[in-house]
């Protein structure tokens, strides 16, 4: 069974940093795109940044210039690097991948359980 587990949540103060890492755990054949999202209270679910296989990145423009998503294909891994938090970025962070999982031609969607960020002012 594939799933997606995160970490790397918790409180920080605003102007301070987290990384959150996902990795992808069963039998898979290729972790494709991958990416965060982010729901705060009463919000809608949000992306942050997603990332290619090979390396391609988009970010939402709230976060441009204070983090970076990065990949490690060989461990199937995606890391979130958040800099500079503010309040507003307070919320749960989800990881999200597309998964090859028996064949190259078919992938699917699998979402994290969430990472709770907490930024205080």
């Known amino acids: 069974q594939v799933q997606l587990v995160e970490s790397g949540g918790g409180l920080v103060q605003a102007g301070g940093s987290l990384e959150l890492s996902c990795v992808v755990s069963?039998?898979?054949?290729?972790?494709?795109?991958m990416g965060w999202y982010r729901q705060a209270p009463g919000k809608q679910r949000e992306l942050v940044a997603t990332i290619t296989r090979g390396g391609s990145t988009e970010y939402a423009d709230s976060v441009k210039g204070r983090c970076t998503i990065s990949r490690d294909n060989a461990k199937r891994t995606a890391f979130l690097q958040m800099n500079s938090l503010k309040p507003e970025d307070t919320a749960v962070y989800y990881c999200n991948a597309r998964v090859a999982r028996s064949s190259l031609l078919l992938e699917y969607n699998y979402w994290g359980q969430g990472a709770q960020v907490t930024v205080s002012s």
């Open positions: 069963g039998s898979i054949v290729r972790a494709n795109a």
